[in-house]
């Protein structure tokens, strides 16, 4: 499985963006896919995930409110609508994809087997 993520750049806070994160080979195996992301001198943190089947979605408190995802199937893509941006989402954003995560663990990074390779946000004040 190979995930390619895209869409980062430069908002202003209060501004949107969004980013996409295209899967492909055998995507399959693929029950979740998700967002992490990782500002300087900080540890990765979870944002937020998707299941592909039921579209069950699970959000960060910190973004809840203002980042929606959403998939398409058919293109087997997952989005991040991200509204509402502060000068603290700045990071590299990490999209994911996992075979399948139990009960309350779709927030760790050791449930997700497959990563992209990281799109730069960076919001102004």
């Known amino acids: 499985v190979q995930l390619q993520a895209s869409g980062g750049g430069l908002a202003q806070a209060g501004g949107s963006l969004r980013l996409s994160c295209a899967a492909s080979g055998s995507t399959f195996r693929i029950y979740g896919m998700g967002w992490f992301r990782q500002a300087p001198g900080k540890e990765r943190e979870f944002v937020g995930a998707?299941?592909?089947?039921?579209?069950?979605?699970f959000y960060a408190d910190s973004v809840k409110g203002r980042f929606t995802i959403s998939k398409d199937n058919a293109k087997n893509t997952v989005y991040l609508q991200m509204n509402s941006l502060k000068p603290e989402d700045t990071a590299v954003y990490y999209c994911t994809g996992s075979r399948g995560y139990g009960v309350g663990t779709y927030y760790r990074q050791t449930s997700y087997s497959y990563w992209g390779q990281g799109t730069q946000v960076t919001v102004s004040s």
């Open positions: 998707i299941t592909l089947g039921g579209g069950q979605r």
